[in-house]
């Protein structure tokens, strides 16, 4: 198995499947990350995976970098990092904004959290595992103005329904949602009109009689 994936920003790969039929070269700016392919439980498909935290810092700073630049002109006044990955890229983003601090969300209950400020979680690469997802009720002053959410990957929209779910708990709606990486097109159906910024994009493969196909 490779152990150089998210590691470089490379200038001299080919867009796409790679001739190992374990990769995936996304481009990004005029670069292209490359990624490893994961197939997924139903066995017919399969998705180009990030993992922000195993990535090299240079890849994370590009990423963040270039994630800011595009939530800039939404204005955000306060960002909402999504657990677990999702949480050190809105770090990033924040500190890029100019902003002093961040509004966690967290799947892990602490004692003085209340149960009715969190709601179920799940996400394509962990299917069956439920969740709950919890805002601190000491954010809750926090949550005024233009609010910015910031998760690592939009996929199945699963997660990112579950975030928009808790936050409308507290009649709060975000000016804009941002992501590393977007993934195919079923988290369309759960973001409804707000806008979405992606730092790259990339498709769900199919598997094939001859290996990994992308649409």
């Given at each position: 198995?490779?152990?150089?994936?998210?590691?470089?920003?490379?200038?001299?790969l080919?867009?796409?499947?790679?001739d190992?039929?374990?990769?995936?070269?996304?481009?990004f700016?005029?670069?292209t990350?490359?990624?490893?392919?994961?197939?997924?439980?139903?066995?017919t498909?399969?998705?180009?995976s990030?993992?922000?935290?195993?990535?090299?810092?240079a890849?994370?700073?590009a990423?963040?970098?270039a994630?800011?630049?595009?939530?800039?002109?939404h204005?955000?006044?306060?960002?909402?990092?999504?657990?677990?990955?999702g949480?050190?890229l809105?770090?990033?983003?924040?500190?890029?904004?100019?902003?002093?601090?961040?509004i966690p969300?967290?799947?892990?209950?602490?004692?003085?959290?209340?149960?009715?400020l969190?709601?179920?979680?799940?996400s394509?690469?962990?299917?069956?595992?439920?969740k709950?997802?919890?805002?601190?009720?000491?954010?809750?002053?926090?949550?005024?103005?233009?609010?910015?959410?910031?998760?690592?990957?939009l996929s199945?929209g699963?997660?990112?329904a579950?975030?928009?779910q808790?936050?409308?708990l507290?009649q709060?709606?975000?000016?804009v949602?941002?992501?590393?990486?977007l993934?195919?097109?079923?988290?369309?159906?759960?973001v409804?009109?707000?806008p979405?910024?992606?730092?790259?994009?990339t498709?769900?493969?199919r598997?094939?009689?001859?290996?990994?196909?992308?649409?």
């Amino acid at each position: 198995m490779r152990t150089d994936v998210w590691q470089t920003l490379h200038k001299d790969l080919v867009h796409g499947i790679q001739d190992d039929q374990e990769t995936y070269a996304v481009p990004f700016q005029d670069r292209t990350i490359l990624l490893p392919i994961r197939a997924l439980s139903d066995g017919t498909r399969g998705v180009a995976s990030f993992i922000l935290n195993q990535a090299s810092f240079a890849v994370v700073d590009a990423v963040a970098d270039a994630l800011a630049a595009q939530l800039a002109h939404h204005q955000p006044d306060i960002i909402v990092g999504v657990p677990t990955l999702g949480l050190p890229l809105a770090d990033a983003v924040a500190r890029r904004l100019g902003h002093t601090r961040l509004i966690p969300l967290s799947t892990s209950r602490k004692f003085w959290y209340d149960d009715a400020l969190s709601v179920n979680m799940s996400s394509i690469t962990s299917p069956s595992k439920q969740k709950r997802l919890y805002l601190d009720p000491r954010m809750i002053p926090l949550l005024t103005g233009r609010v910015a959410v910031i998760d690592d990957v939009l996929s199945s929209g699963s997660s990112i329904a579950s975030v928009l779910q808790l936050l409308r708990l507290q009649q709060t709606e975000p000016v804009v949602i941002g992501t590393a990486m977007l993934q195919g097109e079923a988290w369309k159906a759960h973001v409804g009109d707000c806008p979405v910024e992606g730092a790259f994009t990339t498709p769900i493969l199919r598997r094939t009689d001859t290996g990994w196909a992308a649409p």
